[in-house]
T-cell receptor, first 115, second 117 residues
Framework: NAGVTQTPKFQVLKTGQSMTLQCAQDMNHNSMYWYRQDPGMGLRLIYY???????DKGEVPNGYNVSRLNKREFSLRLESAAPSQTSVYFC??????????????FGPGTRLLVL | AQKITQTQPGMFVQEKEAVTLDCTYD???????LFWYKQPSSGEMIFLIY??????QNATEGRYSLNFQKARKSANLVISASQLGDSAMYFC??????????????FGRGTSLIVHP
């Protein structure tokens, strides 16, 4: 049982390049989330998916797109990376309410540097 | 206005002593949940404890307890008998909305805890 996995762990991009951050969970959770963490800012929600087939914007969605490919996978895409997107990105999942869905489970994070 | 406020950027405590990390929140929703997460230097986010707004008793999980004062809108984390491994960043978070509705958490900016031997 791997929990929440994220790839890659580290990435360096040049301004204007694109990339997709991958997230997968094997806990059969309904909801998935993408956060970014900047120094001194805590975690800020980028996008979330309450269930398979749905996605919604969070607090800081500009410059990002997401895809809920299936129940397991939720990817985050940067179409044209900017230095302001240098951050640590966390994916999280959460079970449904009937399964005690108050707690989020986090992946290990992806460190992204945009030059 | 910030929904979650952690006023202590850094805290120091002696090993084996208790420490309280402050968290105040702002919401007009009658149903909400409060969380504490630990982030060690390795970077992962570790769930510690949860308190629901309707829970009558303060939540406890081993050495962690949540001092929930609803009228003051505070949800302080108390760590008893600190250990060196408790050195980490600690984040308070809140979920608003009725159970079964949308779940969009908000995180505070964190408190850095250093435990001295």
């Amino acid at each position: 049982n791997a929990g929440v996995t994220q790839t890659p762990k580290f990435q360096v991009l040049k301004t204007g390049q694109s990339m997709t951050l991958q997230c997968a969970q094997d806990m059969n959770h309904n909801s998935m989330y993408w956060y970014r963490q900047d120094p001194g800012m805590g975690l800020r929600l980028i996008y979330y998916s309450a269930s398979e087939g749905t996605t919604d914007k969070g607090e800081v969605p500009n410059g990002y797109n997401v895809s809920r490919l299936n129940k397991r996978e939720f990817s985050l895409r940067l179409e044209s990376a900017a230095p302001s997107q240098t951050s640590v990105y966390f994916c999280a999942s959460r079970p449904g309410w009937r399964e005690g869905g108050e707690t989020q489970y986090f992946g290990p994070g992806t460190r992204l540097l945009v030059l | 206005a910030q929904k979650i406020t952690q006023t202590q950027p850094g805290m120091f405590v002696q090993e084996k002593e208790a420490v309280t990390l402050d968290c105040t929140y702002d919401t007009s929703d009658p149903s909400y949940g409060l969380f504490w997460y630990k982030q060690p230097s390795s970077g992962e986010m570790i769930f510690l404890i949860y308190q629901g707004s309707y829970d009558q008793q303060n939540a406890t999980e081993g050495r962690y307890s949540l001092n929930f004062q609803k009228a003051r809108k505070s949800a302080n984390l108390v760590i008893s008998a600190s250990q060196l491994g408790d050195s980490a960043m600690y984040f308070c978070a809140m979920r608003e909305g009725i159970t079964g509705g949308s779940y969009i958490p908000t995180f505070g900016r964190g408190t850095s805890l250093i435990v001295h031997p």
